[in-house]
């Protein structure tokens, strides 16, 4: 069930009336005026909030003989609150596409033809920027600092400056033994 | 006699309105939410016509015939666009809308019904 869905049902449920309409169903599947009946509403009123909650993928209808019948969608209640609450949250989407959109107009701006045209002066761009560098770098693989040097030259002239940051943000680690690429941990 | 006919439309529709919504309260207490959205749409209406009513008789200056023509003209005019809104909403299977201009169909011509046995009845 989406976050979106989810939603749908549980304003669908917040009506006395429509719980009532479940409850009913809950005990056997049951034909508009019956359940006008036995909620003491207008048929056209339940039918009302039949449509809602089978919008809201509550209930299902099929035909008998005259009727069109109405029944509970079990598998629906049989979702427990908690799955829901789990499920992957739309929001989350659309938010790693706006930071996938941004991550990618900095590299626009800041890239051209491959080169770095300037280090950006803001930090969060800057960190952008430098991951980009970073991949050209493998993991698992001690470089020395001329070699290090030369692979940053590739994108700008001020190596010294852009591997200095980048041991700062911690893309690039170095000890004794030389330089290797970081790898992230999420 | 006329001003006695006037006096009972209008506290006819004063009653179906305090009526309405007394019927929302409870039902909003009621967490019935569509219902008493409802009863909203129904007072809107009675208020509709009780207006309606005033302006026939403003401008009709004692007329009993000419209250009775533009109040019935009125009453039938209004709701042609209900009808069309009911149809479309049939057509798309819209059960939600057509509830709604069901219950204004079915308030006005329950109004028609009181104004014409208010208006006709012998004194």
């Known amino acids: 069930m989406t976050e979106a869905e ?18 009913s169903l809950a005990i056997e599947d049951m034909y508009v005026e019956r359940l006008a009946e036995r909620l003491s509403i207008t048929a056209s009123t339940v039918s009302f909030h039949l449509k809602k909650l089978a919008d809201a993928g509550a209930v299902t209808s099929y035909k008998s003989q005259y009727y069109m019948m109405y029944s509970l969608k079990k598998e629906i209640f049989e979702t427990s609150i908690l799955e829901i609450l789990q ?17 990618q107009k ?41 070699e290090v040097n030369i692979i940053i030259a590739d994108f700008h002239d001020d190596f010294c400056t852009i591997r ?8 690039l680690e170095r000890d004794t033994k030389g330089y290797w690429r970081v790898k992230s941990e999420c | 006699m006329i001003e006695q006919k006037i006096l009972n439309l209008n506290s006819y529709f004063d009653k179906q309105i305090s009526l309405c919504k007394q019927c929302n309260k409870n039902l909003l207490t009621d967490e019935r939410m569509d219902e008493a959205n409802f009863e909203k749409v129904k007072a809107n209406v009675y208020d509709i016509f009780r207006t309606i009513f005033s302006v026939a008789v403003k401008n009709s200056k004692g007329d009993f015939e000419a209250i009775k023509r533009f109040f019935i003209l009125k009453i039938e005019q209004i709701p042609s ?30 109004i028609k019904q009181m104004f014409i046995t208010i208006w006709e009845e012998e004194e």
């Open chain 1, 6 to 23: 989810a939603i749908h049902l549980f304003k669908c449920l917040s009506d006395k009336s429509r719980l009532q309409i479940l409850k």
């Open chain 1, 87 to 103: 499920e992957k949250s739309d929001e989350a989407e659309v938010q790693a596409r706006r930071d996938a959109e941004y991550y």
């Open chain 1, 106 to 146: 900095v590299i626009n701006t800041f890239f051209e033809y491959g080169k770095l045209k300037t280090i950006p002066s803001q930090k969060k761009k800057e960190r952008i920027v430098l991951e980009v560098i970073a991949q050209a770098f493998e993991f698992d693989r001690i470089y020395s600092e001329r």
């Open chain 1, 164 to 171: 200095r940051d980048m041991i700062g943000e911690r893309l």
């Open chain 2, 81 to 110: 666009n209900w009808v069309i809104a009911y149809n479309t909403a049939k057509q798309h299977d819209n059960t939600v809308k057509m509830q709604i201009e069901q219950i204004k169909l079915d308030t006005v011509s329950e």
